[in-house]
């Protein structure tokens, strides 16, 4: 079964940065498209940001400019870089792969507050 791992998160004030980090156990990591995903309570999760196998990458139109997808099939990790952070970005972060509908049972997380 392929484990999600997210890291990174924490608490910030308005205009910090952080960097997130998902390590994902799969052997197909490099020919997947993978996306950062956040989750408030009582509403839908959604997506942030993604990145195809060859580096495309497609941005929700309230992080664009602000955020940054990156990946490196060596070490099968997926990274976002937030800068710019705003209070409505506090949320529950998460990474899976796929383009459309998430491919893997989903990790735990990672809780970003953004609040001065």
């Known amino acids: 079964q392929v484990q999600l791992v997210e890291s990174g998160g924490g608490l910030v004030q308005p205009g910090g940065s952080l960097r997130l980090s998902c390590a994902a156990s799969?052997?197909?990591?490099?020919?997947?498209?993978w996306g950062w995903y956040r989750q408030v309570p009582g509403k839908q999760r959604e997506v942030v940001a993604r990145?195809?196998?060859?580096?495309?990458?497609n941005y929700a139109d309230s992080v664009k400019g602000r955020f940054t997808i990156s990946r490196d099939n060596v070490m099968k990790m997926v990274y976002l870089q937030m800068n710019n952070l705003k209070p409505e970005d506090t949320a529950v972060y998460y990474c899976?792969?796929?383009?459309?509908?998430?491919?893997?049972?989903w990790g735990q997380g990672t809780q970003v507050t953004v609040s001065s």
């Open positions: 899976n792969g796929g383009g459309g509908v998430p491919m893997y049972t």
């Open positions: 799969t052997n197909i990591f490099s020919i997947n498209t």
């Open positions: 990145i195809n196998s060859g580096g495309v990458t």
